[in-house]
Structures are given as C-alpha cells and as structure tokens.
C-alpha cells in the first residue's frame, strides 16, 4: 500500500511556542490529506480536511488562526499549532488519499507534548 | 445523521480464542468499509475494506468481515487470536465514490489478549 509518513515523531515545546508538523505522501500525489487529533484511548477526531493549492476545511470547533494548515503540493501538508498551550498536548495524525484509490492512508502519528 | 458504533469498548480473549468485533453503522448512502488497527503510539495500519461484491471480506493477519446489509453491520472476526493481536480496532465508514468527503470512525474497541 502507499506510504505516509509524519515528522516528528514526537515534539516536546514550551508554552507559547509554535510546533511544525509535517505530512508526506512518499509514493503517491495526495490531492486531499486530513488532519485528526487522538486523546489517551479515544477515536480519531478530525480537525481539517487539505487540498492542494486551496485553503483546508475545518471542522466545527476547530480554531483555524490556531491550527495552520498548508497543502502546498501533492505531497506534503503541515500543519503549525501556533502558540501551543498544555491543553494541545495529543497525538496528532494525518492521512492521505491516493485519488487512484479510496482508502486513507495513514502516517504513524506526532505525539506533541507542551510543557 | 453519520455514525458507527462499536458496542464493545474492551474485549479480552485468551491467545488461540476466536474472536469478533462488532461494528455497526448508521449512514444515509451506500457506504465504503474498513477496518483499522492501531498499536500503541502507532498510526492506523488498514486491516481491510469492502466496496462490493462478496460480502464476506479477507484481510491482512487472517481477519476476515462480513457485511450484513439488513442489520448495518460489519464485524470483523479472526479464527485464532495470537498475542501480537492486542491492540485498538476501528471500524470506519465512508461514502461511495465520493473521494472528497471523509470517514466517520468508529469509537474503538481495544483488544487484550491472555497468555
């Protein structure tokens, strides 16, 4: 199947600061990558749908000014927790779709922890 | 309104035990299936999917599904768990042929297995 990979694996930062999260398709041209968040032992919560070269939609209650999301080619989204507090602390994982196929496929996941 | 369920939040079985899943779903098109894993701090690995066609799916591991459309299910059973089996299982539904709009997962059903 197709390969997605995140960097970082794991982020520690400091109040305040801002983290990059990185989304790479490795064999594919992704034109929709989605965003979820993963609190201890929950399911997925989907934060933002991206699309190449358009501005990525955002789920209800998601704070787009907070989390930037950019699609800028066909292989990699990013998505910036701007001013990050201890409340963002989860894990982060992003998906692709391969338009040749249907499934998502999915990177291994940012565990971001904000001190 | 889009939803899945999976009634069972926690399931132990014994190594060699059968074992299924339950997986039901509440979706107002016809829906795409799936079924992922996921290992602590990992990202989701697909374990299969059905589209179409025989409604008894094979997967990866020795995990099969079978959906039932008259009781909008699709459970997922192995014949003989092994211990590298324990892990989070979700279900995940998704609209046919429309690449564009995502999956609602299921909430998860964690898998222990006893020696």
């Known amino acids: 199947g197709a390969v997605v990979s995140q960097h970082p694996s794991w982020v520690i930062c400091k109040s305040g600061t801002s983290v990059k999260i990185e989304c790479r398709s490795l064999?594919?041209?992704?034109?929709?990558m989605f965003w979820y968040r993963q609190f201890p032992k929950q399911s997925l919560m989907l934060m933002a749908t991206?699309?190449?070269?358009?501005?990525?939609?955002?789920e209800q209650g998601v704070e787009k000014d907070k989390f930037l999301i950019n699609h800028a080619s066909l292989t990699l989204s990013t998505l910036t927790v701007t001013s990050a507090h201890p409340e963002d602390s989860s894990f982060y994982i992003c998906?692709?779709?391969?338009?040749?196929?249907?499934?998502?496929?999915f990177g291994p996941g940012t565990r971001l922890t904000v001190l | 309104a889009q939803s899945v369920t999976q009634p069972d939040i926690h399931i132990t079985v014994s190594e060699g035990a059968s074992l299924e899943l339950r997986c039901n779903y509440s979706?107002?098109?016809?829906?795409?299936l799936f079924w992922y894993v996921q290992s602590p701090g990992q990202g989701l690995q697909l374990l299969l999917k059905?589209?179409?066609?025989?409604?008894l799916v094979q997967g990866i591991k020795g995990f099969e599904a079978e959906f039932k459309r008259s009781q909008s299910s699709f459970n997922l059973r192995k014949p003989s768990v092994h211990w590298s089996d324990a892990a989070e299982y979700f279900c995940?539904?998704?609209?046919?042929?429309?690449?564009?709009?995502?999956?609602?997962f299921g909430p998860g059903t964690r898998l222990s297995v006893l020696p």
């Open positions: 998906s692709a779709r391969d338009p040749g196929q249907y499934e998502q496929f």
């Open positions: 991206s699309n190449e070269g358009s501005k990525a939609t955002y």
């Open positions: 064999d594919f041209q992704a034109t929709t």
């Open positions: 995940a539904v998704g609209p046919a042929r429309n690449y564009g709009q995502n999956f609602v």
């Open positions: 059905y589209f179409s066609g025989d409604t």
């Open positions: 979706y107002g098109a016809t829906p795409y």
